[in-house]
């Protein structure tokens, strides 16, 4: 079946340090392509998304690439803020299902 | 104007009963879903309904019943709680069913004792 499968938690960060977290998927279709973060206490919210091969998503600083063929979705952010930590979630809909399959969530714990 | 409202926001209760959590949304979607976030944080797909028909039931005990008044509206009724249902329960929505972006409630967070 459809499968996601990120870095294991938590990533221990310094302020304005370089973050990658990895995030690879199984999928029978042509999957879209997802990162949800959920901050402390609060339910998720879509960080950013990609729906199609090569397709670059980002927002607030975060960017992640559609890597067809290393079925790959990494997350990146040349400078994290203490503000950032969160349990970050990668996940993938197929086309035209819109059931998200997630992965496990990698925490991100960023101090000053 | 909150887009995805759940209540309530904590539940406490002992096992053996029965507990409704209810959600609504003002998106104007088609979809809505009802996701469990075990202890581990891992999310798991509960439901989906798409203009109040039942679409996806993911293996979840029959002592789950969801229930869809109307498509702005999907509530999660449990009965006979048992300890392993302790977990946040997430309420989601999206346009239709190949909307692609869900816009998820702030969860509940259930402990059964």
């Known amino acids: 079946g459809d499968s996601v499968t990120q870095m294991e938690g938590p990533v221990t960060l310094s302020e304005e340090a370089f973050l990658t977290i990895n995030c690879t998927y199984t999928?029978?279709?042509?999957?879209?392509l997802f990162w949800y973060v959920q901050y402390p206490g609060e339910g998720l919210q879509l960080l950013l998304k990609?729906?199609?091969?090569?397709d670059k998503g980002s927002n607030k600083g975060f960017e992640a690439t559609y890597r067809k063929e290393t079925t790959s979705f990494h997350l990146e952010k040349g400078s994290v803020q203490v503000s950032d930590s969160a349990v970050y979630f990668c996940?993938?809909?197929?086309?035209?299902?819109?059931?998200?399959?997630f992965g496990k969530g990698t925490m991100l714990l960023v101090s000053p | 104007d909150t887009a995805v409202s759940q209540t309530p926001k904590y539940l406490v209760t002992q096992m053996g009963n029965d507990k409704s959590i209810k959600c609504e949304q003002n998106?104007?979607?088609?979809?809505m879903y009802w996701y469990k976030q075990d202890s581990k944080k891992f999310l798991k797909i509960m439901f989906s309904?798409?203009?109040?028909?039942?679409?996806i039931n993911e293996t979840v005990p029959n002592r789950f019943s969801p229930k869809s008044p109307d498509k702005a509206h999907l509530n999660l009724h449990i009965n006979s709680l048992e300890l392993g249902d302790s977990a946040v329960y997430f309420c989601?929505?999206?346009?239709?069913?190949?909307?692609?972006?869900?816009?998820f409630g702030p969860g509940t967070r259930l402990l059964v004792l």
């Open positions: 996940a993938l809909t197929l086309s035209g299902y819109s059931t998200l399959t």
């Open positions: 989601a929505s999206s346009q239709n069913l190949a909307g692609e972006t869900q816009y």
């Open positions: 999928a029978t279709g042509y999957p879209s």
């Open positions: 990609a729906t199609k091969a090569d």
């Open positions: 998106l104007g979607h088609d979809t």
């Open positions: 309904y798409n203009n109040k028909e039942l679409i």
